[in-house]
């Protein structure tokens, strides 16, 4: 008789983002004449830009010619692209990061996920908490979290390092000495984001214990604030102690097309084995390449054109994530993020997250995002997402702050 990974049995209930789903198809059918409004899942709602369709039809055409047809592509991608990406996300700001050490994927949540098995089993992870629910999953399924608590919600072989109110939602060093560190910056779904001295204390720190530091950038294209790095490889020693991954979901809106990239810097190494080769291996293994229709569209984001469009739609998520923080703390919700970010964070006050789901649902007839699902010190909290449309934005304030009014079924 075969047999199952049993390491996928201690999984705990089902995928935050399913069981919304579930819940708002049920009450959309049990009400359809209610207009439902969804700041939940973090999906862009905007259209390509034209530089990129216009990038996409002509690589199409080109596929349908014998002469410009493209097969698989190479393990890493393109050059094309990759080396757009160096001179663009790195040279740029100074990083000595190379083309041959950027890896194109088919998105950053695949390679956060993946990234784990190049470790071994015993590795002892570190997760902010909240954390994207991805980090501490994929981990699950690699037989490395120990048992987990459903009472406290936690991990018995994970790190968690509470990120509060209390220190600004900022992660601080673990008593614990992990082998793997996850940061998400600027984080989901806190909306927080790191200094450069922040940050160089957790390069420093990985340095000194021999920890890798994996570092989430998915969120880059919306950081305001000078004093907060693009990418981790603006801080000194960042090559020898981390791992960046990047997505054109959220700055290009390809959460349709799929396409982001992992750098794996070559003085990355543990003992005498360079982490690159490692991944190198498994990349060609088991992906066979992003298409490159959609490798071309990712190099028309950094076109003059493309990059003017693409942040022009940033900006409109990033006013959508201002009118959402301002106006619920007009109407005296206690609220954080907002800024470098499109995630606004928000208090429940008496509810729990879950409560405060099912009461927005019922009487705002808003979707967002249980804190709780995040982690042990999400609970308490809700994310919004500037991702809707701004009328739609507009119009869910609205809705919020007359249930603060009114008290709604309260």
């Keep these: 008789m075969f047999k199952i990974n049993e390491n996928y049995q201690k999984l705990p209930g089902s995928y935050l983002f399913s069981t919304i789903a579930k819940k708002v198809a049920a009450y959309q059918q049990a009400h359809p004449d209610k207009k439902i409004i969804r700041l939940g899942i973090g999906d862009v709602t905007l259209p390509l830009v ?15 010619q014998a002469e410009t047809f493209h097969g698989y592509a190479p393990d890493l991608g393109y050059s094309f692209l990759r080396e757009t990406i160096a001179e663009n996300d790195y040279k740029k700001l100074g990083c000595d990061i190379e083309a041959d050490e950027i890896f194109v994927s088919d998105g950053a949540k695949s390679d956060c996920g993946n990234i784990q098995e190049i470790f071994s089993e015993d ?9 994207y629910p991805v980090y501490v999953d994929s981990n699950v399924m690699a ?37 793997l560190i996850y940061l998400c910056v600027p984080n989901n779904p806190t909306g927080t984001a790191l200094t450069r001295d922040q940050l160089k204390v957790w390069v420093d720190y990985a340095n000194r214990e021999g920890a890798v530091i ?25 090559r020898t102690c981390a791992i960046e991954f990047r997505s054109f979901s959220k700055k290009a809106g390809f959460t349709g097309v799929r396409l982001g990239f992992t750098v794996v810097p070559k003085d990355l190494k543990c003992k005498d084995v360079p982490l690159h080769a490692l ?27 493309g990059n003017r469009q693409v942040m022009e739609q940033v900006a409109y ?4 994530a201002r009118v959402i923080y301002d106006g619920l703390k007009e109407a005296g919700y206690t609220v954080f993020g ?59 304030v609205e809705r919020l702050k007359a249930l603060r009014k009114t008290g709604g079924g309260r």
């Design 317 to 320: 998520y990033k006013r959508n």
């Design 214 to 238: 994996l570092y989430d950038a998915a969120y880059e294209a919306y950081i305001s604030d000078e004093d907060v790095p693009h990418t981790i490889y603006e801080i000194e020693g960042a």
């Design 123 to 131: 590795s002892r992870i570190a997760v902010c908490d909240p954390v």
């Design 50 to 64: 034209p530089a990129v369709i216009q990038a996409i039809h002509k690589a199409a055409d080109e596929m349908g």
């Design 143 to 179: 037989g490395r979290t120990g048992e987990y608590d459903a009472e406290s919600g936690t991990w018995s072989n994970v790190i968690y390092m509470p990120c509060t109110a209390e220190n600004g939602f900022v992660p601080e060093l673990p008593k614990e000495t992990p082998d």
């Design 279 to 305: 991944w190198a291996r498994r990349h060609g293994t088991k992906f066979n390449g992003a298409p490159y229709i959609e490798q071309r569209a990712g190099e028309a984001v950094y076109s003059e054109e």
């Design 338 to 396: 907002g800024v470098n970010s499109p995630y606004v964070w928000l208090k429940t006050e008496e509810m729990t997250s879950w409560e405060f789901f099912d009461y927005l649902l019922e009487y705002a007839n808003v979707v967002g995002t249980p804190g709780s699902g995040f982690g042990p010190s999400g609970e308490g909290y809700f994310r919004l997402t500037g991702f809707g449309t701004y009328e739609n934005t507009v119009e869910a």
